[in-house]
């Protein structure tokens, strides 16, 4: 999973990740729903949103396992991205949302860093940079204290590629 907060780079990210390994990735839900509903949204949107990135997540990962197992499968966030967004934004997160949280396991999170410069986008809200790396500090306190490996991406683009396959992880040695 590549996390982190908006314009991080995680999009580009997974698309170079998947590329580069000959797999599939998996696209932000919010981005398409958000595209398709306007910027605007209530805290009730982020449970369609969750279901959305679930389902899309699951129909890309069945299609990889069907046809190349051995393959990693690169997701753009995940609902730990929703559930800091609900607590950030609405100071809560839907129980729902928690409860799918804790049966979801991954082999692996990238978390990218604040360090690239903000790319504007009418569905990004935070453009200041110190109220980027606050919200950047509850993913790294996330990771911080859960079991799944992890690791921090930071530099340029072409340095984001590069260090994801060179970290000491499962990515490391796959090809």
Same mark, same amino acid.
């Given at each position: 999973?590549?996390?982190?907060?908006?314009?991080?780079?995680?999009?580009?990210?997974?698309?170079?990740?998947?590329?580069?390994?000959?797999?599939?990735?998996?696209?932000?839900?919010?981005?398409?729903?958000?595209?398709?509903?306007?910027?605007?949204?209530?805290?009730?949107?982020?449970?369609?949103?969750?279901?959305?990135?679930?389902?899309?997540?699951?129909?890309?990962?069945?299609?990889?396992?069907?046809?190349?197992?051995?393959?990693?499968?690169?997701?753009?966030?995940?609902?730990?991205?929703?559930?800091?967004?609900?607590?950030?934004?609405?100071?809560?997160?839907?129980?729902?949302?928690?409860?799918?949280?804790?049966?979801?396991? !991954?082999? &692996?999170?990238? %978390?990218?860093?604040?360090?690239? @410069? *903000?790319?504007?986008?009418?569905? $990004? +809200?935070?453009?200041? #940079?110190?109220?980027?790396?606050?919200?950047?500090? !509850?993913? &790294?306190?996330? %990771?911080?204290?859960?079991?799944? @490996? *992890?690791?921090?991406?930071?530099? $340029? +683009?072409?340095?984001? #590629?590069?260090?994801?396959?060179?970290?000491?992880?499962?990515?490391?040695?796959?090809?």
């Amino acid at each position: 999973v590549i996390t982190g907060p908006e314009s991080t780079g995680k999009s580009t990210l997974c698309r170079q990740l998947a590329e580069h390994y000959g797999t599939s990735w998996v696209p932000e839900f919010a981005r398409t729903y958000l595209e398709a509903k306007g910027s605007t949204y209530e805290q009730a949107d982020l449970l369609k949103i969750a279901r959305g990135q679930l389902a899309t997540e699951d129909e890309i990962a069945s299609r990889v396992k069907a046809t190349a197992s051995h393959l990693p499968l690169f997701i753009d966030t995940d609902l730990h991205v929703i559930r800091i967004w609900s607590e950030y934004v609405f100071g809560d997160c839907d129980t729902a949302i928690l409860k799918e949280i804790a049966v979801r396991n !991954y082999d &692996l999170y990238l %978390l990218c860093d604040t360090d690239l @410069p *903000w790319n504007p986008d009418p569905l $990004r +809200e935070y453009p200041d #940079l110190e109220e980027r790396r606050r919200i950047f500090c !509850y993913y &790294l306190d996330y %990771l911080s204290n859960q079991p799944t @490996p *992890w690791a921090m991406i930071s530099g $340029r +683009e072409e340095d984001r #590629l590069r260090s994801a396959g060179a970290a000491d992880h499962p990515l490391a040695g796959a090809r």
